[in-house]
């Protein structure tokens, strides 16, 4: 049985990062304000170092790994951003790291991280299958396997983004939450739960293959079939074996939301053309959430928009106003 992550975890995670990482801007967003009838604000993470909020997971994994644990290199799977983050992290604290990706992490996020020294390892459609040559990298190297989301050195540097969003608005009503594996849900709800159990936490994630969501309502971790996504950053599994964020998104979340490629198309167009912010489509659902209608009283509002790592070809198709909705098959 796993210790629980307690806030504590975070206040000390916060230490332990500082200076590592960006207390990245709360901005007002006049336009969502406006079509809600209440104040919004965009937590802009992805002004974070790396484009992306997994920069505070990983560095907080890699800081804390023991002398003798860094010299064996750090592993993980990605389906980009975390990647990016860990390469970023191990490089500025001089450890070698391997990065484990499936076919369909797009190759502006692959380069990135290339880019940062990490090796690359691109294996099958999946990110479960990427993950076995991290198990195989793990036994027969012994090198140091440090998850995207399921890890409680990963899920408490994730809350400290929930530190800075409650110390600056004690009042919020509402937190909308990108969901994937769960590190960044978990750490957030779990640093709002503990100052005020009256914030209404709200997980947003994509139509096309929500392994957490789908897990939830099987009452166990459950596999679900990868698909191509504009919201590419929150595919992939939660882990068979899954030690924490299932049971914390479980416990903590108030409310889970989908949005299907459309939505998420006119989230990443209303970023860039309402507030002037360049962000990717798992950093955009719950812009697309609000602009649908699908968040019922939200009251005062922070959406989270947590990345910015999108293929800029792309990025200029979407808000060119070019339909997307067959942009992901």
């Not at 336009?31 to 505070?56: A, H, N």
């Not at 890699?62 to 990016?84: I, P, Q, W």
């Not at 962000?279 to 989270?304: H, S």
Request: aromatic residues 4%; glycine residues 12%.
């Amino acid at each position: 049985m796993k210790d629980p992550i307690t806030f504590a975890d975070v206040l000390s995670a916060r230490k332990t990062i500082a200076g590592h990482v960006i207390h990245t801007p709360l901005r007002p967003s006049a336009t969502l304000s406006d079509r809600i009838g209440s104040p919004v604000w965009l937590k802009c993470e992805q002004q974070q170092y790396t484009g992306s909020f997994k920069l505070r997971g990983a560095a907080n994994a890699v800081l804390r790994l023991r002398d003798e644990e860094k010299a064996k290199g750090v592993v993980g799977v990605s389906t980009g951003n975390y990647g990016r983050a860990l390469a970023f992290a191990a490089r500025n604290a001089g450890v070698r790291s391997i990065i484990c990706m499936s076919e369909l992490v797009p190759q502006n996020k692959v380069d990135g991280i290339r880019a940062l020294g990490a090796e690359v390892r691109i294996i099958g459609q999946s990110q479960d299958e990427a993950q076995r040559e991290v198990d195989r990298l793990v036994e027969q190297d012994g090198m140091i396997m440090l998850p995207p989301f399921d890890h409680a050195d990963v899920i408490a540097g994730q809350g400290t983004l929930g530190l800075e969003i409650v110390e600056a608005l004690p009042d919020v009503d509402t937190l909308l939450v990108p969901l994937s594996g769960g590190g960044l849900l978990a750490g957030v709800a779990l640093v709002a739960k503990s100052v005020n159990p009256m914030i209404r936490v709200v997980g947003i994630t994509m139509e096309r293959g929500c392994a957490m969501i789908t897990s939830l309502q099987e009452g166990k971790p459950t596999s679900v079939k990868e698909l191509p996504t504009l919201a590419d950053s929150l595919g992939g599994g939660i882990g068979e074996n899954n030690q924490y964020t299932f049971d914390m998104c479980g416990d903590l979340t108030d409310d889970f939301v989908l949005v299907n490629e459309a939505q998420i198309a006119d989230g990443i167009r209303a970023a860039y053309h309402d507030d002037q912010q360049v962000v990717e489509g798992a950093g955009a659902v719950g812009i697309a959430a609000l602009r649908a209608g699908l968040v019922d009283n939200p009251g005062r509002t922070v959406v989270l928009t947590t990345g910015c790592n999108i293929d800029m070809d792309l990025h200029k198709r979407i808000v060119g106003g070019e339909d997307v909705d067959l942009m992901a098959e």
